[in-house]
């Protein structure tokens, strides 16, 4: 196990984890990335979404603990002709010390209910956010495992580890990052979408 690695956030198989997210491109579009962006893939992992996301924005940051997911999403991006993605293999906790520049949009699938400082990786990101910028957070419904199949099988991290958008809210809110829509992500997932607001920080930490 990798130091820092965040608990029940292993990289999946690639044929069910494709089969649940046959169209990564319009996850990223319900959640609100738009062409232009600055953007980040927190925990990118195999590159699913990186792939997309560099497509769509202006240019990327790619980041990940692990530097064999890394290589696999830096050959997936390089496969399909993407010139505007830096990858950095960094804890995410370290995401406001290797991104040096601000950052419209942060995207983070399938990993948030593994981190054990979830305060302190939204104080992370809302320091390399603009203003405006947004968080966006891909997380399996609170449901039970049994019922989460695919191909056949039961996926996904246990039952218990599981939150709904008002847990995340409640965990990222104090970092100044409002929570300004959810978005279903059928069958099992939701997104949830907090913006950065100016003077946020200061009043909900208080």
Partial sequence: MIAGFFSATTMPDADWWRMLWP???????????????VAVDLCCGDGLFTVP?????DRIYAIDIDPAMLERAQALVAAAGASNC????????MIDAVVP???????????????????????????VLKAKGQFGVVNWHR???????????PRGPKTKMRI?????????????LLLNRTVELPPYHYGAVFTK??????????
């Fill in 23 to 37: 169209d990564p491109a319009k996850v990223l579009g319900d959640m609100g990335v738009r062409p232009g962006m």
């Fill in 53 to 57: 996301l560099a497509r769509i924005a």
């Fill in 86 to 93: 830096r990858f950095v293999e960094a804890d995410a906790m």
């Fill in 101 to 127: 520049e601000p950052i419209d949009y942060v995207f983070l699938a399938n990993t948030f209910h593994g981190v054990p400082d979830q305060l302190g990786l939204a104080r992370a990101v809302a320091a």
């Fill in 143 to 153: 449901r039970p495992r049994a019922a989460t199949v695919v191909l056949g099988q």
């Fill in 164 to 176: 709904e958008a008002h847990n995340v809210a409640a965990a990222v809110e104090p970092a100044g």
């Fill in 197 to 206: 607001e100016e003077g946020n920080e200061r009043r909900l930490a208080r």
